[in-house]
Every structure is written in structure tokens, then in C-alpha cells.
């Protein structure tokens, strides 16, 4: 499996992105997707996840009601949308994928990972 994420760029607070994550190879295997992302001088957090099919999301409580994650499955291509961008959402984003049909919310619950994308919001 492999992931690409992209989307990321310079915004102002109170804008918005929408991060694509674009997935190829075995991507039948896959029981979750999730994001994370990870600031300066912190450690990579749990954002968001959603199962194989859609249909069940996941949110970090610090982004609910501002991210959405979707995916379109006919694309094998998994969204991050975020809203009302602080400055504190500035990070790298990361797209993983997940074989357990358990969701994790974890670093070490995702086998496959992609190569980031910079989100930077300016106040």
C-alpha cells in the first residue's frame, strides 16, 4: 500500500483546506484510514479516522466540528476538510492506513503511512 497526502500550503486563520490522501496498491486490506498530524517540537497526534466503507468517522476533541475526513472510495482517495483554521493547526499532516478491524488511535496502529503535507496557518 501506498499513500500520497497533499493539499497542504500557507492559509490564513479562519480559512480552509482540504487535504487529499490518495491510496494505491493492496487498498482492499485496509480497515481504517486516519490522519494525524504533528507541530513543531510536539509528537505526531491522532486527528481523525474512517472505516473501509465511510461509513463511521472518528474525531480528535480538539477538531470536532471543524475537520470532516471522508473518502471516495471509487478514487481510493481519503479527505481531510478543515474549517475555521487556527494557528494552532499548523502542523505536518499525515495520512495512515490500518489492517485491524479495530479502530486505533495510536501511531503504532497504522502500518502504512504517507510523506506528510505542510499545513501553515498565519494569524
Known amino acids: 500500500v501506498q499513500l500520497q497526502a497533499s493539499g497542504g500550503g500557507l492559509v490564513q486563520a479562519g480559512g480552509s483546506l482540504r487535504l487529499p490522501c490518495a491510496a494505491s496498491g493492496r487498498t482492499f486490506s485496509l480497515n481504517y484510514m486516519g490522519w494525524f498530524r504533528q507541530a513543531p517540537g510536539k509528537e505526531r497526534e491522532f486527528v481523525a479516522a474512517i472505516t473501509s466503507s465511510g461509513v463511521s468517522t472518528y474525531y480528535a476533541d480538539s477538531v470536532k466540528g471543524r475537520f470532516t475526513i471522508s473518502r471516495d472510495i471509487a478514487k481510493n482517495t481519503v479527505y481531510l476538510q478543515i474549517n475555521s483554521l487556527k494557528p494552532e493547526d499548523t502542523a505536518v499532516y499525515y495520512c495512515?492506513?490500518?489492517?485491524?478491524?479495530?479502530?486505533?488511535?495510536?501511531?503504532?496502529?497504522?502500518?502504512?503511512w504517507g510523506q506528510g503535507t505542510q499545513v501553515t496557518v498565519s494569524s
Open positions: 495512515a492506513g490500518r489492517l485491524d478491524v479495530r479502530l486505533s488511535y495510536v501511531i503504532t496502529g497504522y502500518r502504512y
